[in-house]
C-alpha cells in the first residue's frame, strides 16, 4: 500500500509526534509498503522530485528522532518554514495524501486529535486511521469528555470547567478544591497540567496553564494506582501501571525519559483479575460512548476500594516501538510492525463501511 505517515505539526506535543510518525513509518516500510513520512506544517518543501515519485524514495523522509526533555519552542519551528502561508498544512500536504492508500495519522494534540485533519481527508476522500472528526473533537475536549462520562455513568473525580484571566485567580483561590488537578482542555503529553496540593501551588498552577489556554478542567485529586487501558479494534489489550519516579508526577519528562527520571510502565499491571475486568470494561464502554475507531487508551486511577476513576482517553495515543499500546499488543505476540500494520487494515475498512 502507498501510505502517508502524517506527523509533526505545531501543536505543543509536536517533537513526541515526530518520533511517533518516523517509528511507524519505518515499520510499515520493514513490511514491504511504499509508507512515506511527511511532516504536516512542513509539507514536502524540501522535496524537489514529481510528487508521484516521492513514494519510492529509498527512506520514506524518515530520520532518527528523539523526544527531549522540554517542549519544543513552538514559535522557532513557525520561523523556520520556508513556505510562508497562515495554513497550519505545509507545501502539498493535502496533495499527497490524495495520492496514498490511506493516511496514518502520527499526530497529537492540536489539529491531530481534535477532528480537523481527520475532516479535512474526509472531505477528499482519503482513508485514515482512527476515529472520525466528531469523535475525536469530544475526546480532545477535556470538559465534553467529561460530560459524555457522567452522561453514560462512567466514574470520573468531581470536577468543573473554568475560563479565567489572572485577574480571576485571587477569587478562585477561595473556591477551587484541593488537592486537585487543573488542565487545559485541549492539551496533552502531560503539557498544561498541574496538580497542586497547597494554595500557593494553586495559584501558581493557574497561572501557569494560562500559558496554554484560558479555559480548564479543575478535577478532585484521586489517590490510587494509576492504569491505562488501550483498546484496539473491539477489545481490551492488557491494562498498564504507570508508577512515576518517587515524589514525582507523570509528566513530560517522566513520560519520554529513560531510567531514573523516567515513569517505570508495568505490562501487565499488578492489579487483581477482577480490577482488571472493571477498568477493561470502563475503557471499552468510554470507547463506543465517545464513538471512537480502531484504537484508543484510556486512563484511570484504581483506588483503595477497586473503583476505577476515569480521567481522559486518548485518540491516537503515542506509537513509538517502545510506546504502551505496543507493549500491550506484544503481549498477545503481536509485533510493532503488525500492528501498525493492523491499525491501517482495522481503518480502512472502518472508512470503507462508513462510506
Same mark, same amino acid.
Given at each position: 500500500?502507498?501510505?502517508?505517515?502524517?506527523?509533526?505539526?505545531?501543536?505543543?506535543?509536536?517533537?513526541?509526534?515526530?518520533?511517533?510518525?518516523?517509528?511507524?513509518?519505518?515499520?510499515?516500510?520493514?513490511?514491504?509498503?511504499?509508507?512515506?513520512?511527511?511532516?504536516?506544517?512542513?509539507?514536502?518543501?524540501?522535496?524537489?522530485?514529481?510528487?508521484?515519485?516521492?513514494?519510492?524514495?529509498?527512506?520514506?523522509?524518515?530520520?532518527?528522532?528523539?523526544?527531549?526533555?522540554?517542549?519544543?519552542?513552538?514559535?522557532?519551528?513557525?520561523?523556520?518554514?520556508?513556505?510562508?502561508?497562515?495554513?497550519?498544512?505545509?507545501?502539498?500536504?493535502?496533495?499527497?495524501?490524495?495520492?496514498?492508500?490511506?493516511?496514518?495519522?502520527?499526530?497529537?494534540?492540536?489539529?491531530?486529535?481534535?477532528?480537523?485533519?481527520?475532516?479535512?481527508?474526509?472531505?477528499?476522500?482519503?482513508?485514515?486511521?482512527?476515529?472520525?472528526?466528531?469523535?475525536?473533537?469530544?475526546?480532545?475536549?477535556?470538559? #465534553? =469528555? @467529561?460530560?459524555?462520562?457522567? *452522561?453514560? %455513568?462512567?466514574?470520573?473525580?468531581?470536577?468543573?470547567? +473554568? /475560563?479565567?484571566?489572572?485577574?480571576?485567580?485571587?477569587?478562585?483561590?477561595?473556591?477551587?478544591?484541593?488537592?486537585?488537578?487543573?488542565?487545559?482542555?485541549?492539551?496533552?503529553?502531560?503539557?498544561?497540567?498541574?496538580?497542586?496540593?497547597?494554595?500557593?501551588?494553586?495559584?501558581?498552577?493557574?497561572?501557569?496553564?494560562?500559558?496554554?489556554?484560558?479555559?480548564?478542567?479543575?478535577?478532585?485529586?484521586?489517590?490510587?494506582?494509576?492504569?491505562?487501558?488501550?483498546?484496539?479494534?473491539?477489545?481490551?489489550?492488557?491494562?498498564?501501571?504507570?508508577?512515576?519516579?518517587?515524589?514525582?508526577?507523570?509528566?513530560? #519528562? =517522566? @513520560?519520554?525519559?529513560?531510567? *531514573?527520571? %523516567?515513569?517505570?510502565?508495568?505490562?501487565?499491571?499488578? +492489579? /487483581?483479575?477482577?480490577?482488571?475486568?472493571?477498568?477493561?470494561?470502563?475503557?471499552?464502554?468510554?470507547?463506543?460512548?465517545?464513538?471512537?475507531?480502531?484504537?484508543?487508551?484510556?486512563?484511570?486511577?484504581?483506588?483503595?476500594?477497586?473503583?476505577?476513576?476515569?480521567?481522559?482517553?486518548?485518540?491516537?495515543?503515542?506509537?513509538?516501538?517502545?510506546?504502551?499500546?505496543?507493549?500491550?499488543?506484544?503481549?498477545?505476540?503481536?509485533?510493532?510492525?503488525?500492528?501498525?500494520?493492523?491499525?491501517?487494515?482495522?481503518?480502512?475498512?472502518?472508512?470503507?463501511?462508513?462510506?
Amino acid at each position: 500500500m502507498k501510505i502517508v505517515v502524517l506527523g509533526g505539526g505545531i501543536s505543543t506535543e509536536r517533537q513526541v509526534s515526530l518520533v511517533t510518525a518516523t517509528s511507524v513509518c519505518k515499520a510499515l516500510r520493514s513490511l514491504g509498503h511504499k509508507a512515506i513520512f511527511v511532516d504536516m506544517f512542513m509539507g514536502m518543501e524540501n522535496y524537489d522530485g514529481a510528487l508521484e515519485a516521492a513514494f519510492d524514495v529509498p527512506d520514506g523522509f524518515c530520520s532518527e528522532l528523539s523526544v527531549g526533555r522540554q517542549a519544543p519552542d513552538i514559535e522557532a519551528v513557525k520561523a523556520s518554514r520556508k513556505f510562508h502561508s497562515p495554513s497550519r498544512l505545509g507545501k502539498n500536504v493535502l496533495e499527497i495524501c490524495t495520492m496514498a492508500d490511506c493516511v496514518f495519522l502520527g499526530l497529537h494534540g492540536a489539529d491531530g486529535e481534535d477532528g480537523k485533519i481527520q475532516a479535512a481527508l474526509d472531505l477528499l476522500g482519503v482513508p485514515y486511521t482512527g476515529s472520525d472528526p466528531l469523535s475525536s473533537a469530544m475526546a480532545m475536549d477535556k470538559a #465534553v =469528555a @467529561k460530560r459524555v462520562m457522567d *452522561s453514560f %455513568g462512567i466514574r470520573t473525580a468531581p470536577w468543573q470547567e +473554568i /475560563s479565567y484571566t489572572a485577574a480571576d485567580i485571587p477569587r478562585l483561590l477561595d473556591t477551587l478544591p484541593l488537592p486537585c488537578a487543573v488542565k487545559v482542555v485541549n492539551g496533552g503529553s502531560s503539557i498544561g497540567v498541574e496538580l497542586p496540593n497547597t494554595r500557593a501551588e494553586l495559584e501558581a498552577a493557574l497561572r501557569s496553564v494560562l500559558k496554554y489556554g484560558n479555559r480548564v478542567v479543575v478535577e478532585e485529586k484521586i489517590s490510587g494506582i494509576e492504569v491505562t487501558v488501550p483498546v484496539l479494534g473491539d477489545r481490551c489489550l492488557s491494562p498498564i501501571e504507570i508508577v512515576p519516579p518517587e515524589g514525582t508526577s507523570f509528566d513530560y #519528562v =517522566a @513520560k519520554y525519559q529513560s531510567g *531514573s527520571e %523516567g515513569a517505570s510502565e508495568i505490562c501487565p499491571a499488578r +492489579i /487483581s483479575e477482577k480490577d482488571r475486568q472493571t477498568v477493561s470494561e470502563a475503557a471499552l464502554k468510554f470507547h463506543r460512548a465517545l464513538g471512537l475507531s480502531v484504537y484508543s487508551r484510556s486512563d484511570f486511577i484504581l483506588d483503595r476500594e477497586g473503583r476505577a476513576w476515569c480521567l481522559e482517553v486518548n485518540t491516537l495515543p503515542g506509537m513509538t516501538p517502545n510506546s504502551l499500546i505496543p507493549k500491550a499488543a506484544r503481549l498477545e505476540g503481536l509485533d510493532y510492525a503488525h500492528l501498525c500494520e493492523k491499525i491501517v487494515e482495522l481503518s480502512v475498512a472502518a472508512r470503507s463501511a462508513r462510506q
